[in-house]
């Protein structure tokens, strides 16, 4: 098995109640700062406990993920326009915008 190769800042986890129904994801590792997403990391840790072997799994339906996933995009984009926003309001000279590719994250 050829292992590939994530974008920088980025992380593979797996989805999906049983083995066989388990998918790969990539998602930004700020993911883990999430709310939501802690909480199935939460739901993980009481799943597999610590001890777990591989890729972070998270027990949950994958469309549930993938609802959790669109939600934590929206309110990233959100706050990436609010911060935007914000900067266009102040006339100084420091532009400190960050824009990371997540596009490129999310291909399994």
């Not at 292992?3 to 790969?24: S, T, W, Y």
């Not at 990539?26 to 597999?48: I, M, Q, R, S, T």
């Not at 934590?72 to 935007?84: C, G, L």
């Amino acid at each position: 098995m050829v292992k590939k190769v994530l974008p920088k800042g980025c992380m593979a986890i797996r989805v999906g109640n049983k083995e066989d129904q388990q998918q790969r994801f990539v998602v930004p590792v700020k993911y883990l700062n999430h709310p939501l997403f802690a909480n199935l990391l939460k739901e993980a840790e009481d799943e597999y406990g610590f001890q777990h072997n591989g890729a972070i799994t998270i027990p949950c339906h994958v469309d549930d993920f993938r609802n959790v996933r669109r939600l934590i995009d929206r309110e990233n984009s959100s706050a990436a326009s609010a911060t935007h926003h914000h900067h266009h309001h102040h006339h100084h000279h420091h532009h400190h915008h960050h824009h990371l590719p997540l596009a490129g994250c999310f291909r399994a």
